[in-house]
Nanobody, 121 residues
Framework: QVQVVESGGGLVQAGGSLRLSCAASGSISSINAMGWYRQAPGKSRDLVAQISSDGVTNYADSVKGRFTISRGNAKNTVYLQMNSLKAEDTAVYYC???????????????WGQGTQVTVSA
């Protein structure tokens, strides 16, 4: 079994900062890319930022220069530092991880349960 668990969401005023954390655990042989998506009410789930196993990053245009994604030293964790938050950043933020499993071929994408980020104007 694999678990992906996010933490760090909450309520913040516009212009403020939050740091989201995500950890993957279980029968994991390898973790490739990890990333953050977000979904606002009535909208699709969209990519916020992604980081490969060797540290290459990719950001949505809307968050470039404000958000920073990073991996932990243990490589099973990923963080999203969010600065200069705007009301339009309000959404449920989901972490994902592309994971190889012991005893199974292939790479599988696992998702966390989501954490709410609310930015008040």
């Amino acid at each position: 079994q694999v678990q992906v668990v996010e933490s760090g969401g909450g309520l913040v005023q516009a212009g403020g900062s939050l740091r989201l954390s995500c950890a993957a655990s279980g029968s994991i042989s390898s973790i490739n890319a990890m990333g953050w998506y977000r979904q606002a009410p009535g909208k699709s789930r969209d990519l916020v930022a992604q980081i490969s196993s060797d540290g290459v990053t990719n950001y949505a245009d809307s968050v470039k220069g404000r958000f920073t994604i990073s991996r932990g030293n243990a490589k099973n964790t990923v963080y999203l530092q969010m600065n200069s938050l705007k009301a339009e950043d309000t959404a449920v933020y989901y972490c994902n991880a592309d994971i190889g499993l012991y005893g199974r071929q292939g790479v599988y994408r696992y998702w966390g349960q989501g954490t709410q980020v609310t930015v008040s104007a």
